[in-house]
C-alpha cells in the first residue's frame, strides 16, 4: 500500500461526525485541513465542530440513556468485547491510519497502540457486570435497611490528546460504556481518524445508537461547548495543564463531575546499586518512545554522581542506534513530532538549555527534509532553572541532573523540585530505599526498577499539576458513577 491509498482517506475525503450511531454533516460547514507529521503534506479535512454540533450529539446521548429498555450491563460488556474483536479484525488498517494521520512509525502502531486499544476495551468489558453497592448495618435502633446503588453519572464529554488516539479513545469509551455513561468524545483535531473510524466499527457490534458520538473540531470550539454544555454531567480530559485548569475551573462553576489527567516531569532517580544496563534500556524506552510525545515519559534523570558517566553513556548508544526515517519503514523506530509547531517548541527548549550551559551528550542538532523529525537528545549539565528541566517538553529530551548524596530527603527533595506529579520512576536493587522514595515521592504512580507504562488494574493519574481523579482500575470506572444511599425502614 503506498502512501498516496491509506485506509483513512474515505473519512475525511467528506469531513463528518458520528452522531446517534451515523455520519452527520457539520452544522457550520467548516473544516480543518489534516496533514501527515512525516511529510508535512495536506492529506484530508474533518469537520470543523462547533456549539450546534456538540448540542445534537448531547441530544442523542441524552435520548439514548433515557430509552425505557435499559441496556443491561451483560449487553455493555458483549458490545466492548465485540468492539475490541473488530479492532483485531481491522488491525492493519487501523496501524496505517495511526502511521499516516499521527505520524507514527509502522512497526509501534502494529506492536504497541492497535493491539493495546483492544486490550483496554476487554478489561473494562469485564467491569460493566462487576459494579456494585453495598448493604450496610445501620446505626440506629429499629427496622430499616440501609443500602447503596452506582448509578451512571450521566452523558459524559470526553476530551483526549493527539499522541496516543486510537488508544486515548479506548481508555476513555471502555469505562463510560461498562458504567452505562453515554458519551460525546472529541478527539485532538491533529488526529481524529482512528476515532472516527472506531466509531463507525461500533455500528457492527451492538451500541445502541446515541451512546457513541465523536464531533471533531478545534478544542476553542468544539471542546469548550462540550465543556460547557448543560446536559453534559461529566468531563473527563487528557492534555495539557494549562487547558485542563480552564476546564476544571469551567466544571467547578458548573458543578459538574471532572477528572483531569495532565502534564508531567516525571522524575528518574539512578541509586548507585542499580542495573545499569536495565535502567539505561528502560529510561531510553520511556524517554525516545512515541517521539517522547507521553505524558509520563521519564524526562529528568536524577543519577548518583558515580554512575552517572556510565549511565548516560549507554543511554547515548541507545538513542544513536534508533532509526528515524520513514513511518511506512517497518525498521522505522523513532517517527516526526505531529506538527511544526511541536518541532519547533522541542527544539526551543534544547536550544535555550544549550545557551545556559547545557551539553549535549547525543543529539541536540536540527534535522532538515521533509516531515517534523526531531533526533533523540540527552543533555547534562542543565542549569537547574532551564526550562528544559522545569516544563514539559513532549519530546524526545532527556535532562541529566547528578547528585552526590545517598540521603532519601534529599534525593526526594530533588525530584519532587516540579510543579507536576504524574509519575516518578526509581532504580536501586535496595528494598529499603525503594520503599522509602515510593513514601517520599509526589506523583500519583511511582514505578520502581521499571519505567513502562502502568498496568491497567491500577489506578493512574496525577497529583499537583499534573490534574486530579484516577482512571483504570476500579477507580477509573466507578469515576463514572454517582453513588445513592438508599434507607427503608420496616
Known sequence: MTRDRWPGAALIDKPRHFIAGDWAAPAGGSTIDVEDPATGERIGAIAAGNAQDIDRAVGAAQEAMARPVKWLATERQDALLALAAAIDAHAEELARIEMRDGGKPISNASRVDVPASAAILRYFAGWATKLSGETTELSQQGGARGFTLREPVG????????????????????????????????????????????????????????????????GAQAGAALVDHPGVSKIAFTGSTATGREIAAACGRQMKRVTVELGGKSPVIVMPDADLDAAARAIATSI????GQTCSAASRLLVH???????????ARI???MKIGRTDDP?????????A???????????????????????????EGPGYFVSPTVLSDV???????????????????????????????????????????????????????????????????????GDLSLPAGGVKASGFGRENGRAGVEAYTELKTVTMAY
Open 341 to 367: 509547531v511541536q518541532r519547533e517548541r522541542i527544539e526551543g527548549f534544547v536550544a535555550g538549555a544549550l545557551a545556559t550551559g547545557a551539553r549535549a551528550i547525543t543529539g541536540g542538532d536540527l534535522r
Open 155 to 218: 452523558v459524559v464529554g470526553q476530551i483526549i490528546p493527539w499522541n496516543y488516539p486510537l488508544m486515548g479513545a479506548a481508555f476513555k469509551i471502555g469505562p463510560a460504556i461498562a458504567a452505562g455513561c453515554a458519551l460525546v468524545l472529541k478527539p485532538a483535531e491533529q488526529t481524529s481518524v482512528s476515532t472516527l473510524r472506531l466509531a463507525e466499527l461500533t455500528r457492527a457490534c451492538g451500541f445502541p445508537p446515541g451512546f457513541i458520538n465523536v464531533v471533531t473540531g478545534a
Open 331 to 339: 525498521d522505522t523506530q523513532l517517527g516526526p513530532a505531529i506538527s
Open 383 to 453: 542549569h537547574a532553572q532551564a526550562a528544559a528541566l522545569r516544563e514539559e517538553i513532549f519530546g524526545p529530551v532527556l535532562c541529566a541532573v547528578p547528585f552526590e548524596t545517598t540521603d532519601l530527603d534529599e534525593i526526594a527533595a530533588l525530584a519532587n523540585d516540579t510543579p507536576y506529579g504524574l509519575a516518578a520512576y526509581a532504580w536501586t536493587r535496595d528494598l529499603s530505599v525503594a520503599n522509602g522514595l515510593a513514601d517520599r515521592l509526589q506523583a500519583g504512580t511511582v514505578r520502581i526498577n521499571a519505567c513502562g507504562g
Open 305 to 315: 554522581a558515580g554512575v552517572a558517566g556510565a549511565l548516560l553513556d549507554r543511554i
Open 288 to 291: 525516545f518512545f512515541n517521539t
Open 319 to 321: 538513542a544513536g542506534s
